[in-house]
């Protein structure tokens, strides 16, 4: 059982938009930065934005990220065949012990 | 190039021990937290184990405390985790990771090196 909450899997055809969730509390999401990594069959997970918002050098802007209280979203737009991976949210948690926590990842399916 | 490599991965019986190394390099290895994340097969990651710059913070997850012991060499720019009492369900890719470009996110990961505990 992950600590943060994320659906399973979501699908959208080529060139459509979709959106991923990821659900927490105020000891992780709530108090701290969201990160989102794609992960793709038999690879290393990816970074893809951090502190929420923010796009690391060469993600292209299709990618996007926001967070409101204990929730945040992962966007992304133009859907391309190559974007069919698994997606993971991240962040601190401060309960007990300060330690990473992760969703249990959306895998995303490109109709 | 900013690499993190795993290594030691292996098949081990039931209540084995293992050696699992991440060879760093393209960035001051002293300076940074490391971390240990694995992944088991089919499943999402988790983070087992994490240790402070100067090796004087560290962190491991419940399901492994008391049975793994995480370490780094500077002078090697290595990270290990020393995995004993071995359980089936410690089976999984072990990713090492790090922050370095970017605040508040894991920018930099190995490849992972895979442990099967089975008899």
């Known amino acids: 059982q992950s600590v943060l909450t994320q659906p399973p899997s979501v699908s959208a055809a080529p060139g459509q938009k979709v959106t991923i969730s990821c659900s927490g509390s105020?000891?992780?999401?709530?108090?701290?930065?969201v990160s989102w990594y794609q992960q793709l069959p038999g690879t290393a997970p990816k970074l893809l934005i951090y502190?929420?918002?923010k796009r690391p050098s060469g993600i292209p802007d299709r990618f996007s990220g926001s967070k409101s209280g204990t929730s945040a979203t992962l966007g992304i737009t133009g859907l391309q065949t190559d974007d069919e991976a698994d997606y993971y949210c991240?962040?601190?948690?401060?309960?007990?012990?300060?330690?990473?926590?992760f969703g249990g990842g959306t895998k995303l399916t490109v109709l | 190039e900013v690499q993190m490599v795993e290594s030691g991965g292996a098949l081990v019986q039931p209540g084995g021990s293992l050696r699992l190394s991440c060879a760093v390099s393209?960035?001051?290895?002293?300076?940074?937290?490391l971390l240990w994340v694995r992944q088991a097969p089919g499943k999402g990651l988790e983070h087992v184990s994490g240790?402070?710059?100067?090796?004087?913070?560290?962190y491991y997850a419940d399901s492994v405390q008391g049975r793994f012991t995480i370490s780094r060499d500077n002078s090697k720019s290595t990270l290990y985790l020393q995995m004993g009492s071995l359980r089936t369900e410690d089976t999984a890719i072990y990713y090492c990771a790090t922050m370095v470009s970017v605040p508040n996110a894991l920018d930099i990961w190995g490849q992972g090196t895979k442990v099967t505990v089975s008899s």
């Open positions: 393209g960035f001051s290895f002293s300076t940074y937290a």
């Open positions: 502190d929420n918002t």
């Open positions: 240790l402070g710059p100067n090796a004087d913070t560290t």
């Open positions: 991240a962040t601190w948690d401060t309960t007990l012990r300060a330690h990473w926590v």
């Open positions: 105020s000891s992780n999401i709530g108090n701290n930065f």
